[in-house]
T-cell receptor, first 112, second 111 residues
Framework: GQQVMQIPQYQHVQEGEDFTTYCNSS?????IQWYKQRPGGHPVFLIQ?????EVKKQKRLTFQFGEAKKNSSLHITATQTTDVGTYFC????????????FGTGTRLTIIP | KAGVTQTPRYLIKTRGQQVTLSCSPI?????VSWYQQTPGQGLQFLFE???????NKGNFPGRFSGRQFSNSRSEMNVSTLELGDSALYLC??????????FGPGTRLTVL
């Protein structure tokens, strides 16, 4: 079945440093979604990318969808303590009534 | 608009028992998905319901079942509970297979 891996699994950064998490799918995705889960909370939708090579920005967050639509990345510039949490990518495995497969997640810890 | 609600929020059961969890989606959302989240396995897809029909199913044993009612509310049931079923069970609603709105989850502990 489809597998979606994320690296790194954990990342500890000093406040103000940049952070990047990478997402790789074993199959082509029709779209890629990113979610953030704060400690003790539930996943919250951040963004969806649909087009090959698409890049979207949300303030300090930059999201990319690979040309082959099998990988994606999330980059945070100048991290803040509010960025703490686990970041998940997720993608539908096939076109049509596909189910969403979540990546393994990257847990970000900020050192003040 | 009210968000996704799940009841109960916390549950403690013993091995062999069965449990039913409930989810009320955002008004107008007809798709409801269930996920199991554990520290070791991450977010695992259980099943998705759309207009009272199971549209997709994950790789879980038959002890895990669900249903959706005509008002889009959904329930999931786990029979013959095992220790390994201890997890956070998340429900998410959506208009289609895109942005998922998650509920706060039900924390199930099996003793």
């Amino acid at each position: 079945g489809q597998q979606v891996m994320q690296i790194p699994q954990y990342q500890h950064v000093q406040e103000g440093e940049d952070f990047t998490t990478y997402c790789n799918s074993s199959t082509t995705l029709s779209n890629i979604q990113w979610y953030k889960q704060r400690p003790g909370g539930h996943p919250v939708f951040l963004i969806q990318l649909v087009k090959s090579g698409e890049v979207k920005k949300q303030k300090r967050l930059t999201f990319q969808f690979g040309e082959a639509k099998k990988n994606s990345s999330l980059h945070i510039t100048a991290t803040q303590t509010t960025d703490v949490g686990t970041y998940f990518c997720a993608g539908p495995s096939n076109f049509g009534n596909e189910k969403l497969t979540f990546g393994t997640g990257t847990r970000l810890t900020i050192i003040p | 608009k009210a968000g996704v609600t799940q009841t109960p929020r916390y549950l403690i059961k013993t091995r062999g028992q069965q449990v039913t969890l409930s989810c009320s989606p955002i008004s107008g959302h007809r798709s409801v998905s269930w996920y199991q989240q554990t520290p070791g396995q991450g977010l695992q897809f259980l099943f998705e319901y759309f207009s009272e029909t199971q549209r997709n199913k994950g790789n879980f044993p038959g002890r895990f079942s669900g249903r959706q009612f005509s008002n889009s509310r959904s329930e999931m049931n786990v029979s013959t509970l095992e220790l390994g079923d201890s997890a956070l069970y998340l429900c998410a609603s959506s208009l289609a297979v895109n942005e998922q709105f998650f509920g706060p989850g039900t924390r199930l502990t099996v003793l």
